[in-house]
């Protein structure tokens, strides 16, 4: 393990099963995200090696904060071992001044200034048997070390893993909480990404979400999805519409649809429902991302914004009696 400005660290046993404020949250139904070593098989599921996470504290909040990690090593009962554990992988926060405005750190593959800001705290874990199923936390934090952004609604943060050696995936998740030794959220705290890379359930009847919320100058998305084996179906969801059927892909493939927002779904989130097919599959890792009709990234939410979107129905005009 190397560690770098180190804030703390404290191995937390993990205790219940509640994530009221967790990445992934449980609206979203996301067993894990998952990140592999550099040396791995793209048709493992993980097209680049590296995710990147953001964290926005709301500006009204000036207390220190907490990011915890929980299973930050590779090698334990969680994570996908190839043969023998010879992963490494690395946690990066960064803050101030370009972590959310360089363009580069919205792109969906890492390259160019995705490092963007300050560097806060860097560690690295390879098969630390005292990680397993426990939590790691950086932390604590000054809301005034992030970079304030209104359009992503206060101080933002950013997490950046990446799978610097080794063949093996690592599967972990974020809290994002007022307390070094708890998950506690934080009022009106959120998370969010432009690239999700996830582990799906294995088990039947099991429906997994992702939240990408779509802004007023929004006309049309593309989805994207990556490995998805043909595991069951993917559909769109909204205030607008109801089971939209997306494209899903085949093993170690790229797939593209595209879907066209209605006036009533801009300013909300869409709902992108994985739904597991009737033969079981394990151990199947995707990724996802969307774009707008300028090819721009957009955000996907773990706390949805405005809500999980419920379906409308058709809006009827009436005409007045005169």
Request: hydrophobic share 30%; glycine share 10%; charged share 20%.
């Amino acid at each position: 393990m190397r560690l770098y400005f180190i804030t703390l660290f404290i191995p937390i046993i993990l205790i219940g099963n509640t994530f009221s404020q967790g990445v992934p949250s449980p609206e979203e139904n996301i067993p894990f995200l998952v990140t592999f070593g550099n040396k791995a098989k793209k048709s493992y599921g993980d097209d680049d090696n590296c995710q990147i996470f953001f964290f926005s504290i709301p500006k009204a909040y000036n207390k220190p904060f907490y990011i915890r990690i929980f299973d930050p090593e590779t090698g334990g009962e969680n994570d996908e071992i190839v043969k023998v554990e010879d992963t490494e992988t690395t946690f990066e926060l960064f803050g101030g001044k370009g972590t959310i405005t360089e363009k580069d750190a919205r792109q969906t593959n890492p390259t160019g200034n995705y490092k963007s800001g300050n560097l806060l705290h860097s560690i690295s874990f390879k098969n630390e048997k005292e990680y397993d199923n426990k939590w790691y936390t950086i932390g604590p934090l000054d809301p005034s070390q992030g970079e304030y952004s209104e359009i992503y609604m206060g101080n933002i943060f950013k997490l950046i893993c990446e799978g610097v050696t080794g063949d093996d995936g690592n599967l972990y998740k974020y809290f994002l909480s007022t307390s070094s030794t708890e998950n506690i959220p934080i009022p009106g705290g959120n998370a969010f990404t432009f690239e999700y890379t996830i582990r799906l359930h294995s088990g039947l009847n099991q429906i997994s979400h992702v939240y990408p919320f779509i802004d007023e100058n929004v006309v049309s998305i593309k989805q994207t999805n990556f490995d998805l084996d043909n595991d069951g179906t993917l559909e769109l969801s909204s205030v607008g519409t109801k089971g939209y059927q997306l494209k899903v892909s085949g093993d170690n493939e790229f797939v593209e649809s595209e879907y066209k927002i209605v006036a009533r779904e801009k300013g909300t989130s869409l709902d992108i429902q994985f739904i597991k097919g009737k033969k079981k599959i394990s151990n199947n890792n995707v990724v996802i991302h969307i774009t707008n009709q300028y090819g721009e990234a957009l955000p996907f939410y773990a706390v949805p914004i405005g809500g999980i979107p419920k379906y409308k129905g058709l809006i009827s005009v009436k005409p007045q009696n005169k």
